[in-house]
């Protein structure tokens, strides 16, 4: 099992920036794809980005491509998402989460990840 906190959430303003963070408590952290997921009250939650074990493969929402990056640290057992050009429909809860399925570049479905965070909430004003 891995237990995953997610950190860096806030308010900022349309086209501003924030790098969030999931920190796993494994010591087996490359055995995890990794995704980062968002949330609005009312609607499904959705995948954003996904990275694989080592982190040379990712996956990406197309709502955030060329705005968004996923990246790790297995040494430091983090998941980062940098998120530029924010947008007020960027808002949400972001939670991060892991599976050790192999997932390819298709890894931003929410049925593949079976460890989550709480989430960190991410709110953009126009």
């Known amino acids: 099992q891995v237990q995953l906190a997610e950190s860096g959430g806030g308010s900022v303003q349309s086209g501003g920036s924030l790098r969030l963070s999931c920190a796993a408590s494994?010591?087996?952290?490359?055995?995890?794809?990794m995704g980062w997921f968002r949330q609005v009250p009312g609607k499904e939650r959705e995948g954003v980005a996904c990275?694989?074990?080592?982190?040379?493969?990712?996956g990406y929402a197309d709502s955030v491509k060329g705005r968004f990056t996923i990246s790790r640290d297995n040494r430091k057992n983090m998941l980062y998402l940098q998120m530029s050009s924010l947008e007020p429909e960027d808002t949400g809860m972001y939670y991060c989460?892991?599976?050790?399925?192999?997932?390819?570049?298709?890894?931003?479905?929410?049925?593949?990840?079976?460890?989550w965070g709480q989430g960190t909430q991410v709110t953009v004003s126009s």
């Open positions: 989460a892991a599976t050790t399925t192999y997932l390819g570049d298709r890894c931003t479905g929410l049925a593949a990840y079976n460890y």
């Open positions: 494994t010591d087996r952290f490359s055995i995890y794809y």
């Open positions: 990275i694989s074990f080592g982190g040379s493969t990712t």
